[in-house]
T-cell receptor, first 109, second 114 residues
Framework: QKEVEQNSGPLSVPEGAIASLNCTYS??????FFWYRQYSGKSPELIMF????GDKEDGRFTAQLNKASQYVSLLIRDSQPSDSATYLC?????????FGQGTRLTINP | DVKVTQSSRYLVKRTGEKVFLECVQD?????MFWYRQDPGLGLRLIYF???????EKGDIPEGYSVSREKKERFSLILESASTNQTSMYLC?????????????FGDGTRLSIL
């Protein structure tokens, strides 16, 4: 069983809509979670991190964490074509980050 | 801003060669990591280091070694390159082993082994 799982997509969302990206994890000991954005051919770029249950907002991005259900999500409001990328979810394990496979998001103009 | 610099963006080597990939960070981070990323397989951790001269095996260390002689520099070594080591290699660093410490990535090295 993969420790961090994401739907690989592709997820297609119209411009201006809300994009919802989800991630589940199996290690209940994970305390922190990170969302990275990766454009094609580029390296991952940190968008947000969250470690408390509930929501954390930063501009158009909202991260949500539910430790009881072991899921993390990222909402992107007012989606723009520039948001088209692969989004990686990562959980903080005992010694290292554990990454999901990533979800490919396409925003359609 | 954190700056993680990888020595080459693109590299072409031949089978059997010894290959060195260099990574330098300028934020006095304690932790450094080497990943490879392949289509359909995601990011896979090769080796990491929490301190100078310390190293830990990641998920796929076979065929690789690392060196960390100075805090800011972490080198990945392919002892005898093989075609299945053709990949995108990513270096990352993070401040410490405390929780809530994100990793910051370099631009990556796309390595081709012919």
């Amino acid at each position: 069983q993969k420790e961090v799982e994401q739907n690989s997509g592709p997820l297609s969302v119209p411009e201006g809509a809300i994009a919802s990206l989800n991630c589940t994890y199996s290690d209940r000991g994970s305390q922190s979670f990170f969302w990275y954005r990766q454009y094609s051919g580029k390296s991952p770029e940190l968008i947000m991190f969250i470690y408390s249950n509930g929501d954390k907002e930063d501009g158009r991005f909202t991260a949500q964490l539910n430790k009881a259900s072991q899921y993390v999500s990222l909402l992107i409001r007012d989606s723009q074509p520039s948001d088209s990328a692969t989004y990686l979810c990562a959980g903080q394990g005992a010694q290292k980050l554990v990454f999901g496979q990533g979800t490919r998001l396409t925003i359609n103009p | 801003d954190v700056k993680v610099t990888q020595s080459s963006r693109y590299l072409v080597k031949r089978t059997g060669e010894k290959v060195f990939l260099e990574c330098v960070q300028d934020m006095d981070h304690e932790n450094m990591f080497w990943y490879r990323q392949d289509p359909g397989l995601g990011l896979r951790l090769i080796y990491f280091s929490y301190d100078v001269k310390m190293k830990e095996k990641g998920d796929i260390p076979e065929g690789y070694s690392v060196s960390r002689e100075k805090k800011e520099r972490f080198s990945l070594i392919l002892e005898s390159a093989s075609t299945n080591q053709t990949s995108m290699y990513l270096c990352a660093s993070s401040p410490s082993r405390a929780v809530n410490q994100p990793q910051h990535f370099g631009d990556g090295t796309r390595l081709s082994i012919l």
